[in-house]
């Protein structure tokens, strides 16, 4: 017959796992929520994870400058998908819009709406000029900065693709396989 204790530590050790992974998805679970509020919030967040996450795919598909029709494919679809994810963009992919749009003396500001309803939450965000006194004198479009986004990706993904590019031929292969036949 086995010993009583066994068993209880065999149940003990059964539920630590259960709360162990319970755990790691609620950890994953916060760090999803950490993410998209800062995203929504705060400036810079989704430009840099887009980046990121650009680099990634880049690098693990082996993607450079050598395969230019792979390059200018991921370049686009990370453009149109930061088109809707970082709409609100950051104080240096802003900058370009206050140059070109804001009436003198003014600059560009970026407020969030967050609305509520029907069991969702939508944002959207509102791009206005503001004077030196804080005074709401002009407001952009979104249907000027949407596409103005994409076309701002698409420059960036560019350029930033050459430093990539250098990086992976340079430091992307392994040393223990041969080098790749040409």
Same mark, same amino acid.
């Not at 887009?50 to 990370?78: D, E, G, M, N, Y």
């Given at each position: ?5 066994? %068993? @209880?530590?065999? #149940? ?19 760090? @999803?929520?950490?993410?998209? %509020?800062?995203? #929504? @919030? ?12 650009? !680099? !990634? ?12 029709? !792979? ?9 149109? #998908? ?8 950051? +104080? ?9 749009? !804001?009436?003198?003396?003014?600059? /560009? ?30 407001? /952009? ?37 041969? +080098?790749?036949?040409?």
């Amino acid at each position: 017959m086995k010993n009583p204790r066994s %068993n @209880f530590l065999a #149940v003990l050790s059964i539920f630590a796992i259960a709360a162990a992974v319970i755990g790691g998805f609620c950890l994953i679970g916060l760090a @999803f929520y950490l993410f998209f %509020n800062g995203a #929504v @919030f705060i400036d810079g967040v989704a430009s840099a994870a887009l980046l990121l996450v650009f !680099a !990634a795919i880049a690098w693990k598909a082996r993607i450079t400058w050598a395969k230019p029709v !792979a390059a200018a494919v991921l370049i686009a679809i990370t453009a149109y #998908v930061g088109m809707f994810l970082d709409a609100r963009g950051n +104080p240096a992919y802003n900058k370009p819009l206050e140059w070109l749009f !804001a009436p003198a003396g003014t600059q /560009l500001q970026t407020r969030e709406i967050v609305t509520h309803g029907g069991g969702s939450t939508g944002v959207n965000y509102d791009f206005h000029f503001v004077d030196a006194s804080g005074q709401r004198l002009d407001e /952009l479009s979104s249907w000027v900065v949407v596409p103005f986004r994409v076309l701002e990706y698409l420059l960036i993904l560019t350029a930033f693709m050459w430093p990539l590019s250098w990086l992976r031929d340079r430091f992307g292969r392994s040393q223990w396989l041969p +080098p790749p036949s040409r």
